[in-house]
């Protein structure tokens, strides 16, 4: 099955006064939509958008994987472990919250700054905080970054016009455009026909239960998150 979510039904949030620009994809804040509390792992998918000298004082978070990517500008982000680090374009960012952290994140800089933020429900809770951050991932190619506390993964693909990128295989998947424009074809569509496809646009996301065989295809130069999750495993009943 294939849910698709448009850039236009995302709930506002932030602090425009602040030059704070928030669009959330799923339940969130006082945008409670208890049809909309998560897919798969995934518990959020925030497009934020900070004007210069703007951003979000410390505050905590706690079992929680939390991962950014950053679209324009540069991200400074100062954590409670010590951790202070720019997030660029093409970098992904990784804070495990554990059993709790607090952290910083704003724009130092002197042009905006454009992120995705997403984030995931660990398979178990607690631990130690942990924090990673990979610069540049995919370049010009397809690629992948692992969270296994969530039984997820995290894969790139920067598609020029014309040319397909493989949608992983998964029980769930989650596809956010996030520049440019692509074509969206299931498993058992007959792709060159684009019969059953749909168009998607930034912002745009889709929600595949049960992927199989799924393709995108670029109509302009584009940028796509694509995340792959499994069900949990299912834990025996405890003894009656």
Do not use: K
Not at 61 to 66: D, G, K, L
Not at 78 to 103: E, F, I, M
Request: glycine fraction near 14%.
């Amino acid at each position: 099955m294939i849910s698709i979510h448009r850039a236009g039904d995302r709930y506002p949030g932030g602090d425009p006064d602040a030059g704070i620009e928030t669009r959330h994809a799923f339940s969130f804040g006082p945008h409670y939509d208890p049809d909309n509390l998560r897919f798969g792992a995934l518990i959020a998918c925030n497009e934020e958008r900070l004007a210069p000298g703007a951003g979000f004082d410390e505050h905590p978070h706690s079992h929680t994987e939390i991962v950014t990517w950053v679209v324009e500008g540069e991200l400074t982000h100062r954590d409670s472990a010590g951790h202070a680090t720019l997030v660029r374009p093409g970098d992904v960012q990784h804070l495990s919250s554990a059993g709790g952290v607090r952290h910083v994140e704003r724009n130092d800089g002197a042009a905006p700054l454009v992120f995705v933020q997403m984030w995931l429900a660990p398979l178990e809770p607690g631990g130690e905080p942990s924090y990673g951050i990979v610069r540049g991932l995919g370049g010009g190619a397809p690629a992948s970054y692992a969270v296994p506390a969530a039984g997820a993964e995290l894969h790139v693909c920067r598609p020029d016009a014309g040319e397909r990128c493989a949608v992983p295989d998964g029980d769930f998947v989650y596809v956010h455009v996030v520049r440019g424009e692509v074509r969206l074809n299931g498993g058992a569509v007959d792709a060159d026909r684009g019969s059953g496809a749909v168009d998607l646009a930034p912002g745009d996301a889709a929600r595949v239960t049960d992927a199989r065989g799924v393709r995108l295809t670029a109509l302009t130069p584009a940028e796509v998150l694509c995340w792959r999750m499994s069900r949990p495993p299912a834990h025996p009943a405890p003894p009656g």
